[in-house]
């Protein structure tokens, strides 16, 4: 998609904290990164989000707002609107485009808000899944990366009682080989040691809990073996409350909360999500919203400004030959 280094940024829900953690990350930001830097959001917004975080926004970044028929009434600080949602979802689209369009290598995505979202008819879970069907991607993988846990999921945004049908060895095979490529690529460990995590309490005890371990798990980790070759270490199925006690360089979990509860519990403020499988580098905060602290000046921007500092380490990891 182009030879550029120019990083994009959306800023999310207008009346959520996105505004406030974008405008302290660019306060922040170095003269450098600032000439790189792509916005796609509404300029009065972000200065309001900057007021509210004590900061200015700097001069000369250049800012795209493709919804802006959007006032600071229509989008008021902690109370979520459809008019909000849309132009959330008009902002993610425009990177997108922006991204096939070969103007940015990269993005990092601010926190929306799904249920405004799909009342604008944003008809994807997520981030993640909106950028997969964008951008043409036939896999894609959710991996989040922090001080403590370098950690992905084998499933995302499934409802818990549909999870024992959905996993999939395939799905566990595939998110592990994208992840240890993330691994040698990115980050220079090139024989990570993987732990991957049983689904039932005990790791299923041979049984007794149920047997996704021994028809799931157990398969999808000789396929890793099979691929991966005996350099790689690759332990399980783990038993899941111990699991992160142990020491890996990645983690493999195979739901939602079984993975982010431990590293939003360790790495809440530094822990960085990227979505494998793009061909631009995604990156963004591990939280969401947080529609409750909203114009208040109290958000944190640590794991924002996190996300746009991994973001530009990756771009130069994947831009070398």
């Not at 700097?58 to 028929?69: E, R």
Request: hydrophobic residues 45%; contains cysteine.
């Amino acid at each position: 998609m182009g030879h550029t280094d120019r990083i994009g940024i959306t800023l999310g829900d207008p009346s959520g904290i996105g505004p406030e953690i974008v405008a302290r990350a660019l306060a922040e930001a170095s003269p450098e990164l600032r000439r790189r830097l792509l916005l796609f959001g509404n300029q009065s917004v972000l200065e309001r989000g900057a007021e509210q975080a004590g900061v200015q926004v700097p001069d000369g970044i250049p800012l795209l707002d493709p919804y802006d028929t959007l006032t600071l009434e229509m989008a008021p600080c902690g109370k979520p609107s459809a008019t909000a949602g849309a132009a959330q979802v008009a902002y993610l689209d425009a990177a997108v485009r922006a991204a096939t369009d070969g103007e940015i290598a990269g993005l990092v995505t601010a926190p929306m808000s799904k249920t405004t979202a799909r009342a604008a008819d944003f008809r994807f879970t997520g981030h993640t899944d909106f950028l997969r069907a964008r951008l043409g991607s036939s896999r894609v993988a959710m991996m989040f990366v922090g001080p403590r846990y370098k950690l992905v999921l084998a499933t995302t945004h499934v409802p818990l009682m549909s999870l024992a049908a959905e996993l999939t060895s395939d799905q566990i095979v595939t998110v592990t080989l994208m992840a240890v490529e993330a691994l040698r690529r990115d980050f220079g460990i090139a024989s990570p040691r993987i732990g991957i995590l049983g689904l039932n309490p005990h790791a299923g005890e041979g049984g007794a809990f149920g047997h996704e371990e021994t028809s799931i798990v157990v398969p999808a980790i000789e396929t890793c073996r099979h691929h991966l070759g005996e350099s790689i270490e690759i332990v399980g199925p783990l038993v899941p409350d111990v699991a992160f006690r142990m020491n890996f360089d990645l983690w493999v979990a195979l739901y939602h909360d079984q993975g982010l509860i431990p590293v939003k519990l360790i790495d809440f403020e530094s822990s960085v999500n990227v979505t494998l499988g793009l061909p631009i580098v995604r990156t963004s905060p591990d939280h969401g919203v947080a529609y409750d602290i909203a114009g208040q000046g109290v958000a944190r921007a640590q794991s924002f400004i996190a996300a746009l500092d991994l973001c530009v380490k990756l771009v130069a990891s994947r831009a070398r030959p």
